[in-house]
């Protein structure tokens, strides 16, 4: 297994851990009682955290690689075609 399949691995685990975090967490401005930002809708989000969840979805995106390595070298599951 060379390295740019190890790299687009961790890049696609990277973007849906990213995309399914974007939601977990949010309040919306009418949510928090805040004064509504001028110039925003009332349901934009008033903190997303987005530092916290690029950090996690890293972490998580790590995890998923070395898993997904260890798996495809181990031989447990192929991914090869058998020759007939």
């Known amino acids: 297994m060379n390295i740019a ?7 696609i685990a990277w ?18 009682n805040e ?9 934009a989000p008033s903190n997303p955290n987005l530092k916290m969840k690029v950090r996690y979805t ?7 690689t070395v898993i997904y390595y260890f798996i495809a070298t181990s031989g447990l599951i192929s991914f ?3 020759l007939s």
């Open 5 to 11: 399949t190890v790299l687009l691995v961790f890049a």
């Open 15 to 32: 973007w849906l851990v990213f995309f399914v975090s974007l939601s977990v967490g949010v309040r919306a401005q009418t949510e928090d």
């Open 35 to 43: 004064d509504i930002v001028k110039g925003t809708v009332p349901s």
């Open 58 to 64: 890293t972490a998580i995106a790590a995890v998923l």
């Open 80 to 82: 090869r075609v058998p």
